[in-house]
T-cell receptor
Framework: NAGVMQNPRHLVRRRGQEARLRCSPMKGHSHVYWYRQLPEEGLKFMVYLQKENIIDESGMPKERFSAEFPKEGPSILRIQQVVRGDSAAYFC???????????FGPGTRLTVT | QKEVEQNSGPLSVPEGAIASLNCTYSDRGSQSFFWYRQYSGKSPELIMSIYSNGDKEDGRFTAQLNKASQYVSLLIRDSQPSDSATYLCAVNNSNYQLIWGAGTKLIIKP
């Protein structure tokens, strides 16, 4: 049973470009969570999605950030017009329907130059 | 008041000793409690989950939950240098959301 997959593992973008981060949950998991982590800091919740629904986006910045989890395909976290402050590790986690343990992917490390 | 609190450490423990990590939470409606381990530069890894009062043992790890006092702890017996990491406490609140502590950095000294 494959774990949570994220790609790319490393992403470099210039200021003003767009970043697209992808996450495929574990097989059988229908709940996806996105987190951001700055170096030496804790995990910050961004958004919780189920298939075709955003359940909670209270942790997402109001501008430039969006997320989706379509019926088919991976979940996408999209950051438009990136700035240096967006540089961080972005982790995706998934959980089964009973909303218990969350399992994390390896993360995408975004660097904005 | 932070919803999930952990001592940031670092907590330094000699190799072979017991490491004790503590976490307190504020939401009395919380039902699920988790410990994750995160090595530097890596993603969090689930190591223990506990749902009812008492102790739960898994190998060298024991999770302890006391809902009346609103704390959950993790004991690591026979600590090894490879246990050096940041340990994150996470609590599932009355809704679906996992509330995360800031983590305790554990250092096992050979």
């Amino acid at each position: 049973n494959a774990g949570v997959m994220q790609n790319p593992r490393h992403l470099v973008r210039r200021r003003g470009q767009e970043a697209r981060l992808r996450c495929s949950p574990m097989k059988g998991h229908s709940h996806v969570y996105w987190y951001r982590q700055l170096p030496e800091e804790g995990l910050k919740f961004m958004v919780y999605l189920q298939k075709e629904n955003i359940i909670d986006e209270s942790g997402m910045p109001k501008e430039r950030f969006s997320a989706e989890f379509p019926k088919e395909g991976p979940s996408i976290l999209r950051i438009q017009q990136v700035v240096r402050g967006d540089s961080a590790a972005y982790f995706c986690a998934s959980s089964p329907q009973d909303l218990r343990e969350q399992y994390f992917g390896p993360g995408t490390r975004l660097t904005v130059t | 008041q932070k919803e999930v609190e952990q001592n940031s450490g670092p907590l330094s423990v000699p190799e072979g000793a017991i490491a004790s990590l503590n976490c307190t939470y504020s939401d009395r409606g919380s039902q699920s409690f988790f410990w994750y381990r995160q090595y530097s530069g890596k993603s969090p890894e689930l190591i223990m989950s506990i749902y009812s009062n008492g102790d739960k043992e898994d190998g060298r790890f024991t999770a302890q939950l006391n809902k009346a006092s609103q704390y959950v702890s993790l004991l690591i017996r026979d600590s090894q240098p490879s246990d050096s990491a940041t340990y994150l406490c996470a609590v599932n609140n009355s809704n679906y959301q996992l509330i995360w502590g800031a983590g305790t950095k554990l250092i096992i000294k050979p």
